[in-house]
């Protein structure tokens, strides 16, 4: 198997040198059948799929930590085995794309007069060791008036929403707080999220933890009452930069200029091993780009397993920042695939077009959508909702370069409705992924049907693209402007198209 520790110029100069095709290549590639989307889709099984997510639960399980974190052993088995996959099918140029992260681990626990309350760390927090007591700050805790003297010395008590999570700590720490629980605004079990790597200008992190938000009021309407609540918070973090990879495999054929770019990403949070999250989009792509190996294209395809998504979308910004702009306007859409496999499923394509929550993606984003409800109601024939371009996952770099986007998505901790309930079955009141972020994500907790029903839809894509992108409007050049924040999605914008965002996604402020 090809390791992953060659220096960076290696990795690319072995990329370069399988670069231009042979005329062997290029002879057999011309014998190979055009590709269709029935010829493809029916290549895609489950058994593949399932096969291929027992390799990674494998990967996770072979090592003390059982998940695929970014940087450590059983996501670097993953990595190898996406590159040596598809590199020996001597139809793509293969590359690894090495950058360095900073990686953070760590352990809380937040207890309140000797009751346990389920916190939950979140990345990047610092250490410390407190007992004081709980504070509300106003509002959101978005702004710095939010914070009373009172908090000094103390621990803030802040609900999430609006804004970052980082934000909200550091304000914290101006404040003064010795640490900081944010309490979930949404009816589930626990609340994690990431910070986001440092520093912020505001000022440094303090201890952060989050909790349910059945705890978090429940703490707020004893300290309304008149009570003191004393917690005692206790948060254990390191923090070490570690070397990654994304796997980028373009197909030899193809028109280079005119390229679909299909995203999934490879890395697990520390808790479990990711098999749905996002072990299905990594091998969904994977299966198709084995299919299509078969064929031929007209239109280039590339296939990106971006690494370090669980940390803030790591992988793809840098991906994307790595581009030129003369190469970032050869992508002419992003699909990205991001849990495609939720035991309790739904069917949800992201919202290109803004009809249903008032913020289209760019130009070709709505078409997009649409290609996928076409597939969905005619050939799929299963039911179909909208979901936002929340920024919750790798096309949000894309957007914010101004490139067309779209996707799939089954499902993650939001509860299904009655509604929902009736049209794709499964259980009410239940979360799509009971096991999202949990120890618990792993082959067992597939839905299978969801998992090739989505893979046979990415197949239909690439076959659909692959052939013409004559469905979608002219190009328009990419958005090549740079802020002082890296961008990470685009949420919130007043306007129903989708305009550059100098703000932190909602891994950042999950509201």
Same mark, same amino acid.
């Given at each position: 198997?090809?390791?992953?520790? !060659? ?8 990329? /370069? ?31 593949? /799929? ?7 639960? +494998? ?11 970014? +940087? ?45 309350? +389920? ?21 959101? *805790? !978005? ?19 609006? !804004? ?8 914290? *720490? ?14 589930? $079990?626990?609340? @994690? ?22 705890? +978090? ?36 054929? *193809?028109?280079? =200029? ?37 064929? %031929? ?10 690494? @370090? ?22 992508? %002419? ?10 035991? =309790? ?10 009809? &249903?929550?008032? #913020? ?7 078409? #997009?959508?649409? /290609? ?7 050939? &799929? ?19 914010? #370069?101004?490139?067309?986007? *779209?996707?799939?998505?089954?499902? &993650? ?17 239940? &979360? ?15 839905? /299978?049907?969801?998992?090739?029903? !989505? ?8 076959? $659909? ?47």
């Amino acid at each position: 198997m090809r390791s992953i520790s !060659c220096a960076a110029a290696l990795c690319v100069l072995a990329t /370069l040198g399988s670069a231009v095709p042979t005329s062997l290549e290029s002879r057999q590639a011309r014998e190979l059948p055009l590709v269709g989307s029935a010829e493809l889709r029916k290549l895609i099984q489950e058994s593949d /799929l399932l096969a291929k997510s027992k390799i990674l639960e +494998g990967f996770a399980y072979a090592i003390p930590e059982r998940n695929r974190v970014f +940087g450590g052993a059983g996501h670097n088995a993953t990595v190898n085995y996406l590159y040596d996959t598809v590199a020996a099918l001597n139809s793509y140029n293969v590359e690894f794309q090495p950058f360095v992260e900073l990686y953070t681990d760590g352990n809380a626990s937040l207890k309140v007069n000797g009751v346990d309350q +389920g916190a939950k760390l979140f990345t990047y927090s610092t250490s410390g060791k407190f007992s004081e007591a709980l504070v509300p700050v106003a509002n959101l *805790g !978005c702004n710095a008036s939010d914070y009373p003297a009172e908090v000094k010395g103390k621990i803030a008590l802040i609900s999430r929403g609006t !804004c970052q999570f980082g934000l909200k700590s550091s304000l914290a *720490g101006v404040a003064g707080a010795d640490a900081a629980v944010i309490y979930d605004n949404i009816n589930e $079990t626990s609340l @994690a999220g990431t910070l986001g790597a440092p520093p912020r200008p505001e000022g440094l992190y303090v201890p952060t933890v989050g909790i349910s938000l059945a705890n +978090g009021t429940a703490l707020l309407a004893a300290i309304n009452s008149g009570q003191t609540v004393i917690a005692d918070i206790d948060v254990f973090s390191i923090a070490e930069n570690r070397t990654t990879y994304n796997v980028i495999a373009q197909t030899k054929g *193809g028109d280079p =200029n005119n390229v679909l770019v299909l995203t999934a990403h490879t890395d697990s949070v520390i808790a479990g091993p990711g098999i749905n999250d996002n072990g299905s989009g990594s091998i969904g792509l994977l299966q198709v780009a084995i299919e299509l190996a078969k064929f %031929r294209v007209r239109n280039a395809i590339r296939f990106v397993w971006v690494s @370090a998504e669980e940390f803030g979308l790591l992988g793809s910004t840098f991906y994307v920042a790595s581009l030129a702009a003369a190469e970032l306007n050869k992508i %002419r859409l992003n699909l990205n695939f991001d849990m495609i496999a939720s035991p =309790n499923y739904i069917y949800s394509v992201y919202d290109g077009d803004g009809s &249903a929550f008032n #913020a289209s993606g760019p130009p070709g984003s709505a078409e #997009a959508e649409r /290609l996928f409800e076409d597939y969905f109601k005619n050939e &799929a024939k299963q039911p179909l909702v909208p979901t936002d371009f929340d920024g919750r996952s790798d096309y949000g770099p894309f957007l914010d #370069a101004g490139i067309p986007t *779209g996707g799939l998505f089954t499902g &993650a901790e939001v509860v299904k409705t009655d509604a929902e309930q009736r049209l794709f079955g499964g259980e009410a009141g239940v &979360a799509y992924d009971i096991n999202y972020h949990g120890a618990g994500d792993n082959v067992a907790n597939l839905n /299978l049907t969801a998992f090739g029903v !989505c893979t046979e839809a990415i197949a239909h894509a690439v076959a $659909t693209y692959g052939l013409s992108f004559s469905t979608l409007p002219p190009k328009v050049l990419a958005n090549t402007t740079t802020t002082t924040t890296p961008p990470r999605s685009l949420r919130g914008a007043p306007a129903k198209t989708r305009t550059l965002s100098k703000v932190f996604d909602r891994f950042f402020a999950i509201s």
